[in-house]
């Protein structure tokens, strides 16, 4: 695939974007390119952050962290990318309480400011469909359900709280093939947490998501979960560091990288 083709390749849309004419959600944006969720933090609370993610990769995988204090650009992740424009819409958090929701933070950007660019769900997605499940979504701009589970994180610091996962309807056959996909990629997102009773992992209601839309779905399928990046949202917000700023939820960064470049061998 070429990133530059047209204008459902990453650069054109982040142009497009750094251009204030988009500022919606990215799902759906380019499938087979890898999106991800931002997250800028001070210096003083940058290695902290990254331990926890380390510490908690199943949840919050690293694919890329500027490369010094108050660089605003991921080339690790595709040409031209400008963190201070590239995103469609920002969440702007100082001591853990959202102040703002703008759409460029070049006025607020700093000179100890440090990235991170967590790998989403839905590189895994394009997994999936290589083994032959389709999404669930009977629309692919909307986003899978999420939940607030009470799966613990590993708590480093500051940083620690409850995982966020997503959930897909699968019979039991789907279910196997997925937890090969998973297995056999090693893609981000890749194994499944728990399947079946969702209260078992604190989940009253799938009617009612944290983030995303429900979907409906009867036996003989299941619920299956997955980690999400989202994870590392609530652990900034418990850590309540002076300012921070995330993406909001379902507006990702689109970057040049192939979601099977995210295969380990």
């Known amino acids: ?15 497009m974007i750094r251009a204030g004419d988009y500022s919606g959600p990215t799902n759906g944006f380019v499938p087979g390119f890898a999106q991800c969720d931002i997250l800028i933090l001070p210096e ?19 694919l890329a962290t500027s490369i010094a204090p108050g660089s605003y650009h991921l080339d690790q992740l595709g040409q031209n990318i400008d963190i201070r424009t590239d995103v469609p819409r920002y969440r702007i958090l100082k001591h853990g309480q959202l102040t703002e929701e703008v759409s460029d933070i070049t006025h607020l950007w700093r000179d100890d400011f440090v990235i991170f660019a967590l790998a ?5 997605d394009t997994v999936l469909n290589s083994f032959g499940i389709p999404s669930p979504l009977a629309n692919p701009t909307h986003s899978l359900p999420m939940y607030i589970s009470h799966l613990e994180s590993n708590p480093v610091g500051p940083f620690g709280g409850n995982k966020v996962v997503c959930m897909r309807p699968m019979q039991k056959q789907e279910l196997i093939k997925a937890i090969q996909a998973g297995s056999v ?3 981000p997102h890749g194994i499944p ?9 604190g989940i009253k209601n799938l009617g009612k998501p944290n983030f995303g839309e429900p979907i409906a779905f009867a036996a003989p399928k299941l619920p299956v979960f997955w980690t999400t990046s989202l994870t590392a949202h609530l652990a900034i917000t ?13 507006h990702l960064l689109v970057t040049d990288k192939a979601d099977l470049s995210l295969v380990i061998d």
């Open 1 to 15: 695939m070429d990133p530059k083709a047209s204008l459902t390749a990453p650069n054109a849309i982040r142009a």
């Open 44 to 62: 003083a609370n940058a290695f902290e952050f990254q331990t926890y993610c380390q510490h908690n990769a199943d949840c919050c995988p690293l």
């Open 120 to 124: 989403s769900y839905l590189a895994f």
């Open 185 to 187: 990629s090693r893609v």
């Open 193 to 201: 947490v728990h399947f079946g009773e969702p209260g078992e992992i």
């Open 238 to 250: 418990r850590a309540a560091p002076e300012l921070c700023i995330i993406n909001s939820p379902q």
